[in-house]
């Protein structure tokens, strides 16, 4: 049955999910159109076959941004509901988190079979003719944009330069071209004074009109024997209009699909499957085939046939000391040669072993592959959704960070898995399965900790105590209070302040906190300090009775105390074995030492500055008084 709680958590997570979703899709698209940017550009493609291209890219990346999404939708949300106490709500109506993420969970579930059938069915299709269409742009000419004042390469066997060029009118001046469609020992250089160029109605050949030029040409020697010179190295022709027809197909022609057919991105689990068998099957035929062959031309049939080869092996030095010189050179190029020709002829073999090899791990990634992606959906749902709980941050801040922070990780454990996968170094298995099998733990004990209230996740927590281990606190503000119950005892607080005083120009002149500390005493030799931890305490006791006065002059003068750390200039740990154990760790030793010398110093002038404001406000309480 359906609850109430049901459609609130569904709708904070479908609003959310639908504009992760098109982000995600969105990001990837132009990923996907920088990596074939050269095809694009300076096609002159049309808005249709620009249009093809786009929806066949996004079907193909539905199933790439369906996890990506999840995750970020299941941070934002669960955190969102985190951050606005939405969870506390219904965790204090007795409702566990894994029941709030029960009908997600079902959505995502749904998700997740959506994203496979889109690999098996929609996907290998949208993928065939993405992979055609990117083919028939690679081989589409250039659209011819001729720019000024630097050499044009794209029209095949021409060179052209245009000084300037009228937009309005297609009219270009100052020309110069250099032409080798007859080959470079037969180059021509035709300068002009003006010209236009156009596209034939069919897009099949460009038309170059030219005025006022000329034309030169290299003759080669033959060429110059027939005219019955040996002075003139060129041929050199003044026209007053000339005309080029140039062979330059732009348009458009898609690529057969039927050509790429084979590809494993084209194909679905069954024909995926067949495929892998029949490869199978043929390399164990090449094997068998090979093996036979070889047992033929290296293994003796018998055993009869054995031991002679054996005793004609044992004669071999024999036999060749006894043959002539040329003839002993002639044996030997001829065994060179033949080991030659096998060791060709092995290679090759290799090769094709590794060819049909390769074609089977392509295609068993694909199959993996399809299962993979569709159960990191509900992988992804498990770790952003009781880390949003978690960490109870909303909006597209710290989740959209974490989330591409996990997204890359998985990424990289995926890619790098695959292609040791595809190279044969792994098993493909544990290949193609390595980032699920780091996903799915992380998602259990996300869920376990976010399920039982866990603060392993509580940034603020960590953030406070790296303040601590760095010395880093607030300033001290006192306020000054609405409403006072009770007065503040300045009589006993002046005789506080003075005893503090005291306490404190006994412990800086005894203890001189502003040399280095002892490492040996440090970490082998225990201390307490008893009396630090009584001025800390008697300060803030001044500080808690002298808060509720109503002069402004002693709330500013109780700013001036100092909050103490009563121990951090001590040994860093209360258990002696583990002070002597980082005392031991040299450069961890070092770094504690260099903490706690930082702490001395700033015991010491917090107690100067105690000194000092103790003296203020004395004044001020005795005149007071």
Known sequence: MIKKIDIFVLKKFLLIFTGSFFITIFVFMMQFTWRYVDELIGKGLTLEVLAEFYWFMTLTLVSSSLPLAVLLASLI??????????????????????????????????????SFYFQNKISPEAKLKLEALVLSMKQTSPALEIPEGVFYNGVPGFSLFVEKKNVSTGKLYNIMIYKTDQGFDRAQIVVADSGRMEVTDDRMHLVLDIWDGEQFENLQAKDMQAMGTTNQPYDRETFRYKRFIIDFDSNFEKLDEEQLRNMATA??????????????????????????????????????????????????????????????????????TNVSTLAAEVEWKGVVVGDSERFVRRHEIAWHEKFTLSLACLLFFFVGAPLGAIIRKGGLGMPAVISVIIFIIYYVINTSGMKMARDGSWNMVYGMWVSTGILLPLGVFLTYKANSDSVVFNFDLYSALLKRFLGIRSKRNVFRKEVIIEDPDYEGDVERLKALKKKCIAYVSEKRLHIAPNYLTLFFGHETDHLVENIAVETEAIVEDLSNSKDAKVLHGIEGLPQIYAKAHLSPFENKNVNVAFGIIFPLGIVLWLRIWFFRLRLYRDLKQTIKSADYLLTLLEKGS
């Not at 194909?267 to 062959?293: C, F, H, I, P």
């Open 77 to 114: 949300s669960f955190g969102n509901m985190g951050e606005q106490l939405e969870l506390l709500a219904m965790k204090a109506a007795g409702i566990p988190l894994l029941r709030i993420m029960a009908p997600i969970f079902v959505l995502v579930t749904g998700m997740a079979v959506t």
């Open 267 to 336: 194909k679905n689990l069954t024909e995926l499957r067949n495929s892998v068998d029949s490869a199978n099957a043929q390399l164990d035929s090449m094997g068998r085939s090979y093996y036979e062959e070889a047992k033929v031309r290296f293994f003796p049939a018998s055993r009869l046939k054995a031991k002679k080869h054996v005793e004609r092996v044992l004669a071999f030095d024999s036999v060749m000391a006894s043959l002539p010189a040329d003839v002993r050179n002639r044996v030997v190029e001829t065994a060179r």
